[in-house]
């Protein structure tokens, strides 16, 4: 089994979504999966032109020359793909959506109704990968993952493909804050790593991993004392 992350943070190694990724990826090595880890901030990737050329004049290659082509090729030999990017204004980060935009090569302009009888593009492979999605966020509670929720759906959809699993960590910076008690950072990994074992083994998380992984880690009163105190502290170390 071949799982492919593609991390669309900024923050790179400093993230908080690789903070995660870290953990769900030494779960998946012990499973005995093979993996790589793409940071897409590192890779070129420019917007998607909308020529429809990777339709139409030289089907499912896209005529832009950068890093998308051996992120194609990638994407195509995985089993899984893990999409994980923190939340930008409710939304994924530009530098996924970029990404996510240069994969329409990847199916054919022809259209078909799917399984509900609503419209989509035809297949240009037989086979895709499954989908995993692994976000965090700055405010704590998982309605804040709303907009992702349904987008990967819609993704998922119009990719012929289906998400096995998501994972959403609401509040993901106070993971490597004092707020947070070593224990339950600890705690959290350890569920992350079962998280990828799972994933690896059965193509799903149980239903235990799925509300053990949406638990909140302090109480929203907690948060926004505790936010507040941080922000005022960086706000007072201004120099005017
Ligand atoms: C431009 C921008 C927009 C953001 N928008 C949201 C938001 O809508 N909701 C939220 O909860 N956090 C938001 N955040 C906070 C990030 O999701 C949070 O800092 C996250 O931990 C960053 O993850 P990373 O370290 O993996 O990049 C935003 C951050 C930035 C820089």
């Known amino acids: 089994m071949k799982i492919t992350v593609f991390n669309g943070s900024p923050r790179h190694r400093e993230s908080n979504t690789h903070f995660m990724l870290k953990e ?41 020359k950068d890093d998308m082509d051996e992120l194609l090729s990638k994407f195509l030999s995985s089993d899984i793909v893990v999409f994980a990017t923190p939340i930008y204004i409710d939304n994924l980060t530009g530098i996924m959506k970029n990404f996510m935009d240069r994969l329409i090569p990847v199916i054919d302009p022809r259209f078909e109704r799917d399984e509900i009888g609503e419209c989509r593009h035809k297949k240009r492979f037989e086979k895709y990968p499954k989908i995993v999605v692994i976000s965090n966020c700055g405010y704590p509670e998982q309605s804040h993952f709303q907009v992702l929720r349904l987008l990967f759906k819609r993704v998922a959809r119009n990719l012929h493909s289906e998400i096995i699993a998501e994972i959403y960590r609401g509040g993901g910076w106070l993971l490597k804050t004092s707020l947070v008690s070593k224990k339950l950072v600890l705690d959290y990994k350890k569920l992350l790593r079962k998280a990828g074992r799972e994933i690896v083994k059965n193509l799903s998380l149980s239903e235990k991993t799925i509300s053990e992984l949406k638990k909140p880690i302090i109480s929203v009163d907690e948060f926004i004392e505790f936010a507040n105190k941080g922000c005022d502290k960086l706000l007072s170390r201004i120099k005017i």
């Not at 093979?34 to 897409?40: P, S």
């Open 24 to 64: 769900f990826l030494k779960g998946v090595k012990d499973a005995g999966a093979k993996f790589e880890n793409i940071f897409l901030v590192k890779k070129e990737i420019r917007p998607c032109l909308g020529c429809f050329d990777c339709w139409f004049k030289t089907p499912g290659k896209c005529i832009i």
